[in-house]
């Protein structure tokens, strides 16, 4: 009886969350009037495909295309997992492997600019993007989400990489592999489930960002996907057929990297302990 119920709570909260998600794509089926029509009926009567057609063969602004805004976020994307990444890696062996002064102090600054809101930050980060000449550039955008997902992904790696024990790369050392050969063959696999985590994290910021993307984006040519959605939204009424059809491209790339970085975290987590 404690186990059905608890199976059964789990269900109610599973459904609870995707019910939103199933809205969303089943709207981007139903024709515009049955959007309108309402009804407790959540699935399309009629599903028809014109909303997907409209964003993927229309012109949002003259000669830009929604597939232009997908490729822009995607490089935004990648660029800040792979930044970020590689430096957190970095940052985390050297926090969690070396004695310096003021490392304490370091990682207590991690977590207050964690603190801080983000809209706080908008005037002086957009005055520093000015200053260093890349203002109306998806570089802009990198650095800033780099940003923001380093503190997150320095004190988890941390954790990961003190977990792993300082005798296997002192007995690499005997064994006479160097400082890089002990770094990718020992450290990195067994760091990497920790790594896909914050992956996952640091493409979630860089993927669904409105505000700054918004803030440092003169060209229309550059935006990203969250902020061409806004064409979708008029003063007077709202596209709600194209705005759930691109909601639903907007979700897949999400969860296609999700599911990709999921196997290689249990890759990782076996390659590490055959190499323990």
Known sequence: MRRSTVNLLGLLVAAFAVFPVVWMVATSFKSTP??????????????????????????????????DFFRNSVLVAFATVVISGLIALLAATAV????????????????????IPLEALVIPLFLMIQRLGLYDTL???????????????????????????????????????????????????LVAPGLAATSIFSFIVAWNELIFALTFLNDQTRYTLPVAMTFFFGRDDTAWGPVMAASTILTIPVLIFFLVVQRRMVSGLAAGAIKG
Request: net charge positive; no cysteine; glycine share 6%.
């Open 34 to 67: 049955e959007i309108f029509s309402g009804g407790p009926v959540p699935f399309p009567r009629h599903p028809t495909l014109v909303h997907y057609r409209t964003i993927l063969t229309g012109d949002l602004i003259p000669g830009v295309t929604f597939v």
């Open 139 to 189: 570089a802009s955008l990198v650095l800033t989400y780099v940003g923001f997902s380093l503190p997150f992904a320095v004190w988890m790696l941390r954790g990961f990489v003190a977990a792993v024990p300082v005798e296997l790369e002192e007995a690499a050392a005997i064994d006479g592999a160097s400082r890089a050969q002990i770094f990718r063959r020992i450290l990195l696999p």
């Open 96 to 115: 969690a492997r070396f004695k310096f002064r003021f490392r304490t102090s370091i990682l207590v600054m991690l977590l207050v600019v964690q603190m």
